[in-house]
């Protein structure tokens, strides 16, 4: 007789869920519904962790599910906005992200990187995104899934790499016959923010249910919400102070070399920069996104004992960005001192300061003529130039945009069929490719912008050729020229991604007719090949260090692929209906790094009807990927809050001032040295083909309640521990600052930890161009570490009021205990659990939840709350303490003695708030959030549904702490837009109709 306990968990209870068969309103729930039992019991059975397709399955790890249902209360438009939502998953890339998406949106599962979790289609892999082999979400079509089965737990046994955390395997419908076609529309209080989505389905069975074809038909698209439409991000805020921030490329021109000052409406105000520009209303908190794809699945019993298959899909996506208008930026550029945009003022400003000139010498230079032939400069006293950092902010050329267009497809065939009564077999190969091409604008070419700043006193440029037009860094607003902009900033850029996922899988499953109790013993062997390749191809200027001024670093071109072969095999050991063991190996043979063997083993123990023990330990491996290999070494921009060399700190302290000086700094920089602009500064890494695979350990211990006493009611608990050694990494900027200046001593300035950094040989800072600023050294390596632990909670209780009237009630929840990140052996241990800062990307509050109540009118309404908690985070402490102990190396007397440092505001050295600033106060906290989602269902007839949600419903604002304090993907418009609302109130409706 059937097992009806077991086949209730047949795709295992969730780590945050139990039972659909309880829960009409599920919320992470658990897919086990009387009516879907039976349609995956006489079809393919997808049971996400296991290879074993058998419908009584109790895996040993926790599963959780989210339903179709769920994603309809929701109003959700793509996948990756509902899994940030999880309490299980941090924030990744999506579209809540500007400066940092690049078209793409991923899935982070506890928050060890969306590189080390897996995103599946009907459990088979789908052509990645780009080099880091991550696959992009915006291609999901959520139109034909059933559900979403997220394994949050070592997987790379059944699944191959890339599975470390876990997985996300979205399952399609099956045997769908009808038509259902849905449009939605949202739109946020203040108007703006549109979103509309556009589904059509058609299926059918023929040749008397024997074959079945499934067609879907999708559009979306979603509009612009700009930060300067938010009161709360219109103007830039300053971490640090809490006074208006922004960026030192300014407008007017802020000049570093031959002497510091910032261009006014009456010439040059010489000293501490102090006009910074406002990016923020430039910047945007919603991405625009366009998506047109389709979705086809076909199967047909060829005879009793063979089947054929196949599922097709393709997806065109645009994914556009906007940034703040770009300009001249932190290069070194070469004036010559007689160019007629140096005026008078300005010039004998320059004159007066420290040059290689003398006074006299310099007032020649600025009023020597010279004819339309120019003599070699060099052998020519006539003709001098000098060498500055004109940071001009061309607000003239506009926004600097990026589209990021990806065409992808992605085919699949198989067959399947059954060796006997109770062993199958099931063979699929398939094949994807993806290019992603990305077209930027508004951005400046160096060698362009060089050549037309070289002027003769006629206004025409020294060397015009090409048409040159001279470029006037040194105006006021307004004062460059359509043609100026045509010439030097009119250029577009492109840089095209390409991959290819080719896969062949064969397996054969069952059971072997005996076994220890009423359910015999359960198998999967099988073999699996992958090969993956990616490419990207960059235009000239694109992959050339420092070319495009403004575009945060080159992106070289990179080539490469790898093929790996699998064998692997699971067992499930039923014991006299009490009790299941789980085993399973995989030996993976890879093209690039060896063979590497993973296992797992667990089990269930079912002492009580009602009362179910898991456990599940897992050996996994990870093996580098294209982008880790092959990704040549460059410069480009990173996160960071304070130079320990910039401002007054290094005056009165000698070894900080040697450290300052032996990492490149000029020393008539000293005591002049700016703050990383806007945030950031120049860091040095790339791929490394010497890297080796991660290895990880990860176990779950839980449990599943089903009371007898309470029908009605569910309960999971479960605990999680994954630990990673030997993870490719590379450190955070706080580690590469701290592993020097944490402890200066004599040596300090020879250590090779301090002199690695490298600094700008004109003003010292670690901003710059590529070609003479590296900034920080932040290699990849093995040698990295990460640790994380926590309790998943999942609560379910469903019950009549009345005849007419159900009430649902679900709870999902996750305590994080931490999350360790070593950069290097002997490092610090930095946990990002609770805390944010330039070192923690997105936020990871240490408990988090989601509940939902359901009122349920009969079969024709439903009312329905959605509560989503985010616990209250801080500033990470310890970089809170290296701030201190900069702000200590800054505060001293003039004999170099320590001052007492006050940590509730700014340190004032001889007058300027330039050294050794703590953050704001307030900008400390951020304190737990509370959201709520309602949500009216109709059934207005047997056909038409219609669906009304109101998002955000107290219209809670995210809390200001400025636009320095973390890393600019996830710290933008002076909040956290991917953890917290910055959208606001906003109203969602949609209609489906099914025939």
């Not at 059933?146 to 099956?174: H, P, S």
């Not at 020294?462 to 010439?487: K, M």
């Not at 900080?656 to 490149?664: F, M, R, S, T, Y």
């Not at 920089?669 to 991660?694: D, H, K, W």
């Amino acid at each position: 007789m059937k097992n009806t306990r077991i086949s209730k968990f047949k795709y295992a209870a969730a780590p945050m869920a139990i039972g659909l068969a309880l829960i009409a309103t599920p919320s992470f729930a658990q897919d086990s519904a009387a009516d879907e039992t039976t349609a995956v019991e006489e079809d393919a059975i997808v049971v996400t962790g296991s290879r074993i397709q058998n419908p009584n399955l109790e895996l040993s790890s926790p599963v959780g599910v989210v339903t179709s249902e769920e994603l309809s209360l929701r109003q959700t438009n793509t996948a990756e906005t509902f899994l940030r939502e999880l309490p299980g998953a941090v924030p990744s890339i999506g579209s809540a992200v500007n400066n940092g998406n690049g078209g793409a949106s991923f899935v982070d599962l506890r928050g060890l990187g969306a590189n080390r979790n897996l995103v599946l289609l009907d459990g088979r892999r789908v052509v990645p995104a780009d080099s880091n082999g991550i696959v992009d979400l915006n291609i999901i079509p959520l139109a034909v899934i059933e559900r979403t089965d997220i394994l949050t737990g070592g997987a790379t046994t059944t699944y191959g790499a890339d599975a470390i955390t876990g997985v996300v395997n979205f399952v399609t419908k099956r045997n769908f016959a009808g038509l259902e076609a849905e449009i939605s529309n949202g739109l946020t209080e203040r108007g703006d923010g549109n979103q509309l989505r556009a589904d059509i389905t058609i299926g059918a069975n023929f040749d008397d249910g024997r074959g079945n074809a499934i067609l879907s038909i999708g559009y979306q698209e979603q509009d612009t919400v700009f930060q300067g439409d938010r009161e709360f991000s219109e103007f830039n805020i300053g971490s640090f102070t809490g006074a208006p921030g922004g960026s030192s490329n300014s407008v007017p021109a802020n000049i570093r070399g031959p002497i510091s000052g910032q261009i006014t409406e009456d010439g040059l105000s010489v000293g501490p920069f102090d006009r910074p520009f406002n990016f923020n209303p430039f910047n945007i908190f919603q991405t625009p996104f366009e998506r047109f794809n389709v979705f086809s699945a076909a199967r047909y019993e060829v005879s009793d004992a063979v089947e054929v298959y196949t599922q097709a899909m393709f997806s065109k996506q645009t994914v556009s960005t906007k940034i703040a208008p770009g300009g001249s930026f932190f290069n070194t550029y070469t004036f010559n001192y007689n160019s007629p945009f140096i005026n008078d003022t300005i010039g004998n400003q320059i004159c007066a300061g420290a040059g290689v000139l003398t006074p006299a010498q310099c007032t020649a230079a600025l009023n020597t003529p010279f004819g339309p032939t120019l003599p070699d400069g060099s052998a020519n006293p006539d003709y001098q130039t000098f060498q500055a950092s004109v940071r001009r902010r061309t607000v003239e050329t506009g926004t600097r945009d990026s589209a990021y267009t990806t065409q992808l497809f992605n085919v699949m065939a198989g067959l399947r069929g059954d060796i006997s009564d109770n062993i199958s077999w099931d063979f699929s190969a398939g094949y994807g490719e993806s290019e992603r091409i990305e077209r930027q604008s508004g951005y400046g070419r160096l060698s362009r912008i060089q050549q037309a700043i070289l002027n003769l006193p006629d206004g025409s440029c020294v060397d015009s050729s090409n048409g040159c037009v001279p470029l006037n860094l040194f105006g006021l607003a307004g004062s460059i020229t359509p043609d100026q902009i045509g010439f030097s900033f009119g250029q577009t850029q492109q840089v095209i991604n390409t991959t290819t996922l080719a896969t062949a899988n064969g397996t054969v499953s069952g059971d072997l007719g005996f076994g220890f109790g009423d359910e015999p013993i359960a198998f999967a062997v099988g073999g699996e090949y992958r090969k993956y390749t990616a490419t990207r191809l960059s235009d000239e200027a694109s992959q050339t260090p420092g070319a495009v001024v403004g575009g945060g670093g080159a992106a070289p071109d990179i080539s490469g692929g790898y093929n790996v072969y699998d064998a692997f095999g699971e067992l499930s050991i039923p014991l006299f209906s009490i009790a299941t063991i789980d085993l399973g190996a995989r030996y993976s043979d890879y093209s690039i790094s060896g063979g590497e063997f993973t296992w797992k083993a667990g089990g269930t123990l079912t002492p009580l009807d009602w009362f179910t023990i898991r456990g599940n330990y897992q050996r996994s491996t990870r093996a580098p990927n294209v982008g880790e290999l092959f990704t040549p070494v460059s410069t480009s921009l990173d996160n960071f809050g304070f130079d320990p060399c910039q401002g007054s700190a290094p005056v009165n302290n000698a070894q900080l001032e040697a450290v300052c000086l032996a990492q490149g700094a000029p020393a008539d920089s000293i005591g002049e040295i700016e703050p990383p602009v806007a945030g950031q500064i120049n860091v040095t890494t790339g791929g490394n083909q010497n890297l080796g695979v991660e290895k990880a350990t990860t176990w779950t211990i839980g449990a599943l309640v089903e009371p007898e006493f309470l029908p009605g009611f569910s309960m999971t608990v479960d605990y999680f521990n994954i630990v990673i050694k030997d993870a490719i990494s590379t450190p955070t900027p706080g580690d590469a600052i701290g592993v020097c200046f944490n402890n200066l001593s004599a040596a300090s300035a020879t250590d090779p930890e301090c002199t690695r950094i490298r600094r700008n040989p004109l003003d010292g800072s670690l901003s710059g161009s590529p070609d003479d600023t590296p900034g920080l050294d932040l290699p990849l390596t093995n040698r990295g570490f990460y640790s994380t632990d926590g309790i998943d909670l999942s609560l379910r209780y469903k019950t009549d009021l009345t005849d007419n009237l159900g009430l649902s009630l679900s709870f999902d929840g996750t305590w994080t205990n931490k999350n360790v990140f070593r950069s290097i052996p002997g490092g610090v241990d930095r946990n990002c659990v609770g805390f944010y800062s330039v070192n923690c990307a997105s936020i990871q509050p240490e408990f988090g939840f989601t509940q939902r109540t359901s009122l349920d009118f009969g079969d024709d309404f439903r009312l329905s709350l959605l509560w989503r908690y985010i616990d209250a985070v801080q500033y990470e402490p310890l970089q809170f303490a290296e701030d201190v102990a900069a702000a200590e190396r800054a505060n001293r007397d003039v004999n170099g003695a320590l001052l007492a440092v006050d940590d509730q505001e700014c340190p004032d050295f001889n007058g300027a708030d330039d050294g050794g600033c703590l953050i704001e106060p307030d900008f400390r906290s951020i304190g737990a959030k509370h959201y709520f989602d309602l949500t009216g269902q109709w059934n207005i007839t047997d056909a038409v549904t219609f669906t009304l949600t109101v998002r955000n419903l107290f219209d809670s604002l995210p809390k200001v702490v400025g636009s320095d304090i973390g890393t600019t993907a996830f710290n933008s418009g002076n909040v956290y837009p991917s953890t917290y609302d910055a959208l606001g109130r906003r109203y969602a409706a949609s209609v489906k109709f099914r025939f």
